[in-house]
């Protein structure tokens, strides 16, 4: 399915060819799987894992099996292993022999005899799951955000243009490519149905999500692996994990990334032990380099204004993205979409298997590598509370952890608890080193 976006084309475009050379020296061919059967490996074994595997394996333009599974914990592995088999037992393929636990895990389903592997553990770990993938000549479905920092973002950047000259089809989860509502106002956007586009609006706001609570048996890091989302090194922040999705809507609008970004954020609410690290409101103000703006706003606080949108105004009237609307200067109706259904999840798969089928190799990688440093660009700014640009950004030297290195729950987490069991938080004008 076509998007219409300019950005969608020129960043994902396929390249056109045969007997290609896979990262790993193997030949990579343009193979249309026609009703071949698709095997496909999980690495992630979490809620979005499930889905996304019970998605693929929901596609109907012809067989696909489930092979392998790998989690860093063995509950979620053998969850994921009861909720997968319940509701596509005929097609679930795996083994006892390919389930994999640990930090390592990916390494065992990357081995595995199958053509797509889907990634879905926390966003710290998709750089390194990602390039091991490419460099295994695996087709990849990998959840948004695609990484915590810019380090992580240029590897992953990298290991996309890998990706492009072996032949490999890249899927990012930013559904909303997938669903025809944003296709089509995006498309009446961009054909000028609104005029010169001068502001944009961006929100997720809500109540937040999930905490899970520390066992005194875990060690730190198993308690922070557990407890990802509130963490930066495994999360990088709602902004990033959950709010992409607003701002690359924008993005997609634009057919550009922000330029500038300046703005405000921090701990009002959520202010226990339990979350971490990472604010709780995050507010941002992005330029583009035509000088419109972006007012990106997420939030995570209980009994206050929830809206998960985006708006687009310009000099003939406005639109209401996420709702399909477009307004005149007198605020009537002047266009509606003809589909408001919002199964991006369900439908980014079929579109991606039916791509795959008849030989197409789509690639998402690099918007969704952008996407995400839009988000972190965000970040950045709302932490150090500076004027930053996106060459600065993007060129951040800062990582926050080396994940390559983790084998073990015993060692030790790249960010720590004072004595009462209080984890730092970023403090705007100060340590403005750490951040960016």
Known sequence: MKTGSTLLMTAGAATVGTNLIAADGSSQGYHAYGSDVIK????????????????????????????????????????AVRGIKSEHGDKFKVTKETQ???????????????????????????????????????????????AVDAPGVRRFLAANEKAKASGLAVQVGLQRHHEPCYQQIIKQCQDGAIGDIVLARAYWNNDGVWVRPRDPKQTELEYQCRNW?????????????????NIDVINWLMNDYPVEAQGQGGRQ??????????????????????????????????????SVSEFAHGSKGYADLSGGKIYDVKGQL????EDHNHDGWQQEHHDLFHALRAGERPNEGDYGAKSTMTALFGRMATYTG??????????SDVVLCDVDSLTSFEQEPPVKANEEGFYPVPTPGVDISKHV
């Open 40 to 79: 496909i490996g999980l690495i992630g074994c979490g809620g979005r894992g499930i889905g996304a595997a019970t998605q693929a394996l929901n596609t109907t333009s012809g067989p696909v099996e489930l092979v392998a599974m790998g989690d860093l914990f063995a509950d979620r592995l053998q969850g």
């Open 100 to 146: 994999f636990v640990g930090f390592d895990a990916y390494k065992g389903v990357l081995a595995q005899d199958l053509d797509l592997v889907i990634l879905a553990t926390p966003p710290g770990f998709r750089p390194l799951h990602f390039e091991a993938a490419i460099n295994a000549g695996k087709h990849v479905f990998a959840e948004k955000p695609v």
């Open 229 to 245: 989302y509130y963490f930066n090194w495994l999360c990088g922040d709602h902004i990033n994990e959950q709010h992409i999705h």
């Open 269 to 306: 609410v959520r202010t226990e032990k339990q979350y971490g690290e990472i604010y709780d409101h995050h507010f941002v103000e992005f330029t583009y380099k035509s000088g419109t703006k972006l007012l990106s706003q997420c939030r995570h606080q209980r009994n206050t204004w929830s």
């Open 334 to 337: 002047a266009w509606e979409s």
């Open 386 to 395: 500076k004027m930053l640009t996106w060459e600065q950004a993007l060129n």
